[in-house]
């Protein structure tokens, strides 16, 4: 008989479990202390996230990479430091505006025009995908509320999350890996934003397993990094994020807000 021919591991799956070693290890180097590992369940001290489905499905199980893989992502991200880049684009053609603050929690609300793209901000991979708007104002439910979505885990440990989405690009999904400035989909009003101007709801949070929204939709006020990246620059939130993480105490703390 033929040998059996062996089988191999899905490319996305790698790419998802190299990216959380790489995001262990920048979140852990910018508090200036060795990291001690990430795990599949979200628990490891840098807030490595588990690879998800369609926000508020629950999360899934993911596999560790060859040594040598998780390997050779860290030597690259610490030779080269994370491109940030708006994420929402043409700048110029999109009438592009927003404000220092939001309601309840921090977040940042880019307004512009329906079907402007918004784009990854750094190079990562996605964890999360919502493809379908569920929100209905009789119910208002908080997983509901950002409509269609995608997150985003970057190489510098940080998620990124934007929603309100008029659709998903091909592609985009779980474990998809994704360059700063791809296009991950197009803006709208979908969620709660239905009867407000188009715009994209952003959010910087560190990262958690999937489903958990009240973190997710944003821990850290993205306006000062969004005023760098419009401008050219390359301004990092990472530390913020960190600190965030540091002074709520746990990884998945309790929804005090909109819950």
Known sequence: MPPVPRREAAPPRRALAAALAVAALALAACSGGASTGSSASGTGPAGAATTGTTAGRGAAATTRPPASSAAGATATAARRPARHVFPVQPVAGCGVHYGRVHHDYPATDIFARKGCRFVSPTDGVVTEVSRTDR??????????????????????????????????????????????????????????????????????????????????????????????????????????VRAALAAAGQRVPPCHSGC
């Open 135 to 240: 929100w209905q104002p009789s119910t208002n439910r908080g997983a509901d509320r950002g409509g269609r979505s995608v997150a985003v885990l970057g190489d510098d440990g940080v998620r990124y999350y934007g929603s309100h989405l008029e659709s998903v690009e091909d592609g985009i999904a779980p474990g998809a890996r994704v360059r700063a400035g791809q296009t991950l989909g197009r803006i709208d009003n979908s969620g709660d934003a239905r009867y407000v101007p188009t715009h994209l709801h952003f959010g910087i949070s560190w990262p958690t397993r999937d489903g958990v929204w009240w973190v997710r939709r944003g821990t850290v006020y993205p306006w000062p990094y969004l005023d760098s990246w419009r401008a050219g620059g390359n301004r990092s939130p990472t530390a913020a």
